[in-house]
């Protein structure tokens, strides 16, 4: 069975000022797909998915977004994404389960459903025994994983990561990979930001973006035949290098 795109972009651009952050890229994504948007800090990757998720206004260009459309539907598009930011999005100053409360509530979920999901996400991350306790008390991987599974607690269409894996340990980027595939088989479209060039070999498909425009998009497996390298990493230096 075909898979539907889920997320569709066509020259899109966005400049500020003299700049041009990002420089009329075209791209698709599929839907259930782990799809990889990767660059070095600074090609325009948080730019773009800013524009994505409807926080920022493209300057020129065409997207959709779950069949909505960036410029007339922004709200609409919000409510049909998950999303996680570098900073984890998370309250410090909130228990665990307040912190759960609060983003259902944010999300549109009834009592009820705040209830169950609460307890269902406590379960599964194995936070029973810190469930009460705050939020920044918590190991960075802890909160990360919470943080990626509070971003899913409204069922979302496409769940955004923004670098979700910067500042933590090999074991735990590991293990929150295990929970994209996870949300990827279940039917979850993830989009995701990153500079660590192996965690591109986790995704169907990737883009690089170098200086504002994608320079390659393809299976890791097709873009290391096409450079003729033996990693991603090999791929991007080819690219950053011209």
């Not at 307040?98 to 609460?118: A, C, D, V, W």
């Not at 991350?125 to 909160?143: D, N, T």
Request: with cysteine; glycine share 10%.
């Amino acid at each position: 069975m075909k898979k539907t795109n889920i997320i569709q972009a066509k020259n899109l651009t966005k400049k500020f000022g003299d700049f041009t952050a990002v420089n009329a890229i075209t791209f698709e994504v599929k839907q259930g797909e782990i799809f990889g948007f990767l660059g070095a800090n600074g090609a325009g990757k948080t730019t773009a998915m800013k524009m994505l998720i409807g926080i920022s206004t493209p300057t020129s260009g065409e997207a959709e977004v779950a069949g909505l459309d960036v410029y007339k539907n922004p709200e609409g598009i919000k409510k049909s994404i998950g999303y996680m930011s570098q900073k984890f999005a998370l309250y410090d100053d909130l228990t665990v389960k307040e912190n759960i409360t609060f983003f259902g509530g944010i999300y549109g979920l009834s009592r009820q459903q705040i209830k169950e999901k609460s307890t269902l996400l406590i379960n599964e991350l194995g936070l029973q025994k810190v469930a009460g306790e705050l939020v920044g008390s918590l190991p960075l991987g802890w909160k990360q994983k919470l943080a990626f599974s509070v971003a899913l607690l409204h069922d979302p269409k496409i769940i955004f990561l923004d670098e979700p894996t910067g500042g933590v340990d090999p074991i735990t980027r590991r293990q929150f990979w295990e929970m994209i595939y996870k949300t990827a088989y279940e039917g979850t479209t993830v989009f995701v930001t990153t500079h660590y060039m192996d965690e591109a070999e986790y995704c169907n498909r990737v883009s690089i973006m170098v200086d504002g425009k994608i320079e390659a998009l393809d299976t890791p497996k097709k873009l290391k035949e096409q450079f003729n390298v033996a990693s991603m990493n090999d791929v991007f230096l080819k690219l950053a290098r011209g």
